[in-house]
C-alpha cells in the first residue's frame, strides 16, 4: 500500500512532441505528489509538485494532472527539448510522515 | 549558500573496511536523509533523522549506520563494507513545517567495494 508504481521504466519523444510519465498509488493518504527531475552525476532536484486540491498545477512546459478517484498522477512536458532528457521520479507522502515513497524512476530521451 | 553537500565524492572500498559519509546543509533544515540509488530501483531510503540527536531507520537500514550530533550535519557510516553496498549515496534534507516538503539533494557520493 505504500508503493507508488511508475511507468514508463524509459522513454523516447521527438523534439517538440509531449513526454507523458505515470504514476499510480494506493495510499489514500498521501496528501503530497512531487516530481523529482535528475540529471547524470546530480542529485534530484524538485520540478513540481501537487496537493489533491486540486486536478492540475502547471509551471511553463511542464503540467502535473492529478486523478484522485483512480489514485493516479501523471508529468506532461510539452514542446520537449533535448534539455530535458533526464531520469525523471514521481514521489508520494503523507502530513504525518514527510517521508517521500518514491517510483522507480523514468530515463527521458528528447531526440534532436 | 552551499546547500547539501557530500564528502567525498567517489570512494573505493575493499570488503569488510569501514568508512563514514559526510552531509552537511545550510539551510537550518530540521530534517535530514540518507538515500541509495541502484540502477532500476529508484531511491530508497536508509536512515533519516527529525532533529539533532534523533534517527530513525528506512527501508533499508541493515549494515548502515548514523549520527546526527549537529543539526546541520548527518553521517552515515558503514562498518564493515560488503558488494551490495556498491551504490551513489546520496544525502538530503528538508524544513519540518509549512506547505513546502521539499528536499534538498546533494551531489552524490559514488562508492565501490570489491
Known amino acids: 500500500q505504500q508503493q507508488v508504481k511508475q511507468s514508463p521504466q524509459s522513454l523516447i519523444v521527438q523534439k517538440g512532441g509531449i513526454s507523458i510519465i505515470n504514476c499510480a498509488y494506493e495510499?489514500?493518504?498521501?496528501?503530497?505528489f512531487p516530481w523529482y527531475q535528475q540529471f547524470p552525476g546530480k542529485g534530484p532536484a524538485l520540478l513540481i509538485a501537487i496537493r489533491p486540491d486540486v486536478s492540475e498545477k502547471k509551471e511553463g512546459r511542464f503540467t502535473i494532472s492529478f486523478n484522485k478517484s483512480a489514485k493516479q498522477f501523471s508529468l506532461h512536458i510539452m514542446d520537449s527539448q533535448p534539455g530535458d532528457s533526464a531520469t525523471y521520479f514521481c514521489?508520494?507522502?503523507?502530513?504525518?510522515?514527510?517521508?517521500?515513497?518514491w517510483g522507480a524512476g523514468t530515463k527521458l530521451i528528447i531526440k534532436p | 549558500n552551499a546547500g547539501v553537500t557530500q564528502t567525498p565524492k567517489f570512494r573505493v572500498l575493499k570488503t569488510g573496511q569501514s568508512m563514514t559519509l559526510l552531509c552537511a546543509q545550510d539551510m537550518n533544515h530540521e530534517y535530514m536523509y540518507w538515500y541509495r540509488q541502484d540502477p532500476g530501483m529508484g531511491l530508497r531510503l536508509i536512515h533519516y533523522?527529525?532533529?539533532?540527536?534523533?534517527?530513525a531507520k528506512g527501508e533499508v537500514p541493515d549494515g548502515y549506520n548514523v549520527s546526527r550530533l549537529k543539526k546541520q550535519n548527518f553521517l552515515l557510516g558503514l562498518e564493515s563494507a560488503a558488494p551490495s553496498q556498491t551504490s551513489v549515496y546520496f544525502c538530503?534534507?528538508?524544513?519540518?513545517?509549512?506547505?513546502?516538503?521539499?528536499?534538498?539533494f546533494g551531489p552524490g557520493t559514488r562508492l565501490t567495494v570489491l
Open positions: 533523522s527529525v532533529g539533532e540527536g534523533t534517527t
Open positions: 495510499n489514500t493518504a498521501f496528501d503530497y
Open positions: 514521489a508520494a507522502s503523507t502530513a504525518s510522515n514527510y517521508q517521500l515513497i
Open positions: 538530503a534534507s528538508s524544513g519540518s513545517s509549512g506547505r513546502s516538503r521539499e528536499q534538498f
